[in-house]
């Protein structure tokens, strides 16, 4: 059964920085796709970072340059940096994986993790 777990979401004050991790069980995910997305409240999910079966790296607009995602294949686990927090980043981030034909869009990744929540406080 595949499963994919977040931590390290909290409350962290604008300007901050926080770290989630994506943890993947199950089966070996080196061959897919794996991102973040969020959502915050009323409004829809959207693509924040991922980074593909070859490492390449991709970026929503509003965090390249804030954030950083990266991937270790020998321990099936993903993370995200977040840095120069902004309020508009509070949401519930979720850990993605599969083998996606669009590593942007939410509807092409196969497994979902639960989410963790990110409140940024101004």
């Known amino acids: 059964q595949v499963q994919l777990v977040e931590s390290g979401g909290g409350l962290v004050q604008a300007g901050g920085s926080l770290r989630l991790s994506c943890a993947a069980s199950g089966r070996t995910f080196s061959s897919y796709a794996m991102g973040w997305f969020r959502q915050a409240p009323g409004k829809e999910r959207e693509f924040v970072a991922a980074?593909?079966?070859?490492?390449?790296?991709y970026y929503a607009d509003s965090v390249q340059g804030r954030f950083s995602i990266s991937r270790d294949d020998a321990k099936n686990t993903m993370a995200l940096q977040m840095n120069s927090l902004k309020s508009e980043d509070t949401a519930v981030y979720y850990c993605?994986?599969?083998?996606?034909?669009?590593?942007?869009?939410?509807?092409?990744?196969?497994?979902w993790g639960q989410g963790t929540q990110v409140t940024v406080s101004s």
């Open positions: 993605a994986a599969g083998r996606v034909s669009n590593i942007r869009t939410a509807r092409d990744y196969e497994w």
């Open positions: 980074i593909g079966r070859w490492s390449g790296k």
